[in-house]
């Protein structure tokens, strides 16, 4: 295929070994690539902006090597995309690509995500857009994550990718040829037990340190057909999961389910 002009972003920061494998995975195929992310760690930050403060950008292309161009910037995952777009990138990238995220964005849990924040900023401006995570915190070896996730970016790209179509892959911690086949996923529902550790500091204040371990349910999903398996059972089975996501979050049940309100009875008086 003809080389792409592609943006990469993450939430892990700018010293983070997932990017950096990204971006040089790209380069290698004969990809135009720029990296616009966070200058350190802001996981979890969703789809935050920043407001009150100044947003600075400074470049950083020793960290991703010859042919890269790169900035980390103070602000969030989302912040760092709609800049570059707005400002350091000075032609549309033809593909956005957030990851490779350390640690899983299963189910319910993309709506605290600043790797899929940053996916959905390119969705949002109809750039065609994936964002990419390894389901483990603790494995290290991106480089199959990294050629997998280029293998569907650009199979998607050449096959007339959707208009607001986000797509959301996990890979399982293992090495290719350990996975199994790759799937279309549902979002699972996720919930978390003992979200919370209380604590004591020196002074004998009462602090909290958010601590949760996600419950592992593999039955729980959202809309989609029912065929497909959710994202979190798919995990765990050793196998890539694959979850298309548009920003259109208007519900979609039956309009006689919605509660049967009187308006007119809280007009102002």
Same mark, same amino acid.
Request: hydrophobic letters at 35%; glycine letters at 8%.
């Given at each position: ?61 020793? !960290? &991703?090597?010859? +042919?890269?161009? *790169?900035?980390?910037?103070? @602000? #969030? ?5 709609? $800049? =570059? ?24 849990? !993309? &709506?605290?995500? +600043?790797?899929? *924040?940053?996916?959905?900023? @390119? #969705? ?5 857009? $994936? =964002? ?138």
């Amino acid at each position: 295929m003809k080389p792409l002009r592609i943006l990469i972003s993450n939430d892990d920061g700018v010293f983070a070994q997932g990017i950096r494998t990204l971006a040089i995975a790209a380069t290698n195929r004969g990809h135009e690539v720029t990296v616009v992310c966070p200058d350190q760690e802001r996981s979890a930050t969703g789809h935050g902006l920043t407001l009150q403060a100044p947003i600075r950008a400074e470049r950083a292309d020793e !960290i &991703f090597g010859e +042919g890269i161009k *790169a900035w980390g910037c103070n @602000g #969030t995952p989302a912040d760092c995309i709609k $800049l =570059a777009l707005n400002d350091l990138v000075k032609e549309k990238p033809d593909l956005i690509l957030s990851g490779i995220n350390h640690g899983p964005n299963l189910g319910t849990d !993309i &709506f605290c995500s +600043g790797t899929v *924040a940053a996916a959905l900023e @390119g #969705t949002l401006e109809n750039i065609p857009s $994936l =964002a990419v995570s390894i389901a483990s915190f603790q494995w290290k070896k991106f480089n199959d994550a990294g050629e997998i996730a280029l293998n569907i970016a650009e199979d998607a790209f050449t096959k007339n990718w959707p208009e607001k179509l986000l797509l959301n892959l996990n890979i399982p911690p293992c090495s290719a040829k350990e996975m199994g086949e790759i799937k279309w996923t549902r979002l699972s529902i996720r919930q978390y037990e003992e979200q919370f550790s209380k604590r004591e500091d020196p002074r004998g204040n009462t602090y909290y340190w958010m601590a949760g371990e996600a419950v592992k349910d593999l039955e729980s999903a959202g809309d989609g057909p029912i065929q497909w398996p959710s994202d979190v059972s798919q995990i765990e089975t050793n196998s890539p999961s694959l979850t298309p996501i548009q920003p259109d979050l208007f519900w979609r049940g039956n309009i006689n389910d919605l509660p049967k309100l009187s308006f007119r009875n809280y007009r102002a008086r």
